[in-house]
């Protein structure tokens, strides 16, 4: 096969025994004819860390098992440390150690990567080392590798991504059944599709790490987390839902990220997408990214974001890629490539079209009122819907044109203090392609 | 950068100024900055090979034309040849001798890999050299390298695409607007996504190539088109969609591949799918696959399948892969590895649902007497819809249970022989997740 004819057995160690962690030990230890094949050389798993290797492990052989990181940073025969701990500490450190030590790194912690993306590519590059993460963004999707190989000079513009699987599933579940936010919550909790704290994927903090590893392959620019602008879903009700589906748009939590002439764009937010978008019908715990490139025009990828054996499949793939690259001597060879120094829009400059729900007085002229003032803030008005309610409320609901986030802010912000104005019920953003 | 660090330009050849040629010509002329970044040194197109250098080409650089194959392949400074000519021959000829003289091959073109891909994939392993061809499948879709690399740990068991443009257009045509299939085609002619000679597409012998190809890289094992069993659109009528929708399906022209326990199958034909599957809403021009495999479930991909920039992206994505394994001295790096030896299955073997749709004499008994030869045949029926007609004929549409191809043609030729059926107008097969 490649240089390291000689090279027989690729050791690794995998860092981690969770889902993941048991998933691609499983597939490793399931198939080793056809990884042979693959990999050009047998896959050892030689070492499992854990927290406490004497607990007792189901399908685990023992003697891999070991809660002590220098065995493995210090075991010369291990060629790839696989890390699927998650989290920041004490990951980084294991991460950064095995690179410099002359081993390669294969991952899934989009935390890790979200903020120190470019430390660990740096290092990976002083060293000659492979860094590969195909499973921190959208799972068994393949999207890291397409940004940096197959579409590598398709100029991308627009990434616009269903990353998140949890809050996909309990929109799906709202948009079908018309059931609360609350009651969706809670059914994805009973399913273990949400954490008993859910914060992380409701508030869009998860998709928005993932947006931020994307955005830094796609445009090759630093972005770190903190960067990316994230709003969640807590505050969607079955009322925008149904008002959307009239209008003709599902709502999606979406991780978008945007090259434009005034810098980029890294945001997570609910939005109102067309029925016929190729993002719209992606229900339940699916994830999928839109891509959009000048000379490419759209490409859409779909697939399971998360669960054990599909996002084992995307490290394998990973670890499978690491090996053709020992054997070819070639380590290094795809590397960060961060040469770009892009600035990072505030949200405040993006534009968007948007969805705005509101309870007003139910009388004559409110509606021009309120058209006076979205007008005077240089809001154009695209559709609007208006239904009489109870008694003297009047529910009003209006999709505008294209507007500064800024202008359409001071808008809302004096229709909330108007006496004919009794609540903003609902402001969601609105797709709109650039 | 890599080991061959005094590399700074890296020069190619292009073989053919059509289309998809002059699509990477374009983006090669327009983005060298980006180009150099990503691919680790300047891409040159030192040649590009026509029939006629004299004759006047808006665009191209005069001085890089040549219609001697020979000026190419003795230039030792040409390092990647691209080859965008299409056809078997003179393509094989030129591929071939590019790899023995030690140069790496991008290339698009379906027919010569889904005939010669084995005899090219061992020259160019014997010679540790490239030959990567993402454009051959489903134009700018990631599809061959999410195979190879991504997802090769994946046991992919079913792949299913939507990988012909034209008879895409027609199918979705028919669909939207109730118009026959020669409507179709006219207007997709007129329109130019059909050629003059449209035998190719909407026989699915195109499709065919495809699905040999991405056979060969999912289940690594020799396919050649010519065991692909291919079944055009040309049958397909308006009320065959009509009464598919009735049903709750579309129709589409589908590139099959299974691995199964028997077998693997490959064929191209119609199908109908249910209307909530991921290739349902594909529509247009747009091409999509879908692959599912045990551990990864389903994954699905859909961009444009043909025209001349998203074709020329997929080709430069390749160039620029190309080229880090010629600085990193690793060409060769992933190569075709058909190491299993699988059975082709005969169409008669593989198992379908069908629906059928036929003209017969409206009369008492004769439903049941047609069920009773599908019922001697094995044939178990799923769904049926039974409509007077015109005089003394019955419109009878059948979705039968998954049966053995064999025996389902046995019950229609008898069927067809019936004194009580008019006709049999229509027969295609039916989508069953397997």
Not at 21 to 40: C, F, N, P, T
Not at 49 to 63: C, F, I, N, Q, T
Not at 146 to 171: D, F, R
Request: net charge negative; with cysteine; aromatic share 6%.
């Amino acid at each position: 096969m490649g240089k390291n004819e000689e090279k027989s057995v690729i050791n690794i160690a995998i860092l981690g025994a969770g889902t993941v962690g048991g998933g691609v030990y499983k597939l490793l230890s399931g198939q080793k004819d056809e990884i042979r094949q693959q990999a050009g050389a047998d896959i050892c798993v030689k070492k499992v860390l854990v927290r406490d290797a004497s607990k007792e492990r189901p399908g685990y052989d023992r003697a891999v098992l070991t809660s002590d990181w220098a065995d493995i940073v210090n075991d010369d025969d291990i060629d790839i440390v696989v890390e699927l701990m998650g989290g920041i500490e004490p990951a980084k450190t294991y991460v950064l150690e095995a690179l410099s030590k002359g081993k390669q790194v294969v991952t899934a912690n989009k935390d890790l990567l979200a903020q120190y993306g470019e430390e660990i590519g740096e290092a990976a590059n002083m060293n000659s080392a492979d860094v590969l993460y195909e499973a921190a963004v959208a799972g068994v999707i393949p999207i890291i590798r397409p940004l940096k190989q197959s579409l590598a000079g398709a100029e991308i513009t627009e990434i616009m991504g269903i990353v998140n699987g949890t809050t996909n599933y309990i929109l799906t579940q709202m948009s079908e059944t018309g059931m609360s936010y609350e009651d969706a919550l809670a059914r994805a909790t009973e399913l273990g599709y949400a954490e008993a704290d859910p914060t992380a994927d409701v508030e869009g903090l998860d998709a928005g790490r993932k947006v931020a590893i994307m955005a830094s392959n796609a445009f090759h620019t630093k972005v770190v987390f903190s960067q990316v602008y994230t709003e969640g879903i807590t505050k969607i009700t079955a009322d925008d839902i149904r008002y959307a589906r009239e209008f003709g748009y599902v709502i999606k939590l979406l991780g978008v990220a945007r090259n434009t002439d005034s810098g980029i764009e890294v945001k997570v937010h609910p939005m109102l997408i067309p029925q016929n978008h190729s993002l719209a019908g992606v229900g339940g715990s699916f994830n999928a990214v839109f891509l959009h490139g000048k000379a490419m025009d759209d490409v859409t990828l779909v697939g399971r974001g998360a669960g054990e054996m599909p996002t084992a499949t995307a490290v394998l793939g990973d670890i499978i890629d690491v090996c053709r690259d020992i054997l070819f001597d070639c380590c290094g060879r795809v590397r960060r490539n961060c040469y770009k120094k892009l600035r990072v829009k505030d949200i405040s400059e993006c534009e968007s079209k948007f969805f705005i729900r509101m309870q007003a007085k139910d009388r004559p002229g409110v509606l021009a009122n309120i058209a006076g003032v979205l007008g005077n803030n240089g809001v154009g008005i695209s559709q609007v819907v208006q239904r009489s309610g109870n008694g003297d409320t009047a529910e009003l609901v209006i999709i505008t044109d294209r507007v500064a986030e800024k202008n359409f802010n001071d808008a809302t912000e004096i229709l909330g203090g108007m006496s004919v104005v009794k609540e903003i019920s609902g402001v969601i953003r609105v797709y709109d392609n650039v």
